[in-house]
């Protein structure tokens, strides 16, 4: 009777470990799906001037975006009939783009 209750805390204790495991690797996989990668090069620049202005990486990379942001454009650009006439796509492309 001892042995089935030790083979029981024991798989007990297996069951666990494998909930664990997989609850920390499913974290993992939610964390990456917000990190994105930059080239090497660009990396050891930015470190560069982030150590310089006593800052981070991230810091600087968010500025960057937060001012692209800003000024793009969400405006589409209009299309003119002459180009519509050279590029009949264009044409399909405005159909798919019409709001219901």
């Known amino acids: 009777m001892a042995n089935n209750y030790k083979r029981f805390i024991q798989n007990q204790f297996e069951k666990a470990k494998s909930t664990a495991s997989e609850f920390i690797s499913s974290r993992s996989e939610e964390q990456e799906e917000g990190i994105i990668e930059i080239n090497p090069k660009f990396y050891v620049d930015l470190k560069a001037i982030a150590d310089m202005q006593h800052t981070t990486v991230e810091a600087i990379i968010n500025g960057i975006i937060v001012q692209y942001l800003e000024s793009a454009s969400y405006e589409p650009t209009l ?21 219901d």
């Open 79 to 99: 299309i003119s009939v002459g180009q519509k006439e050279d590029n009949p796509l264009l044409y399909l492309d405005g159909l798919c783009k019409l709001e």
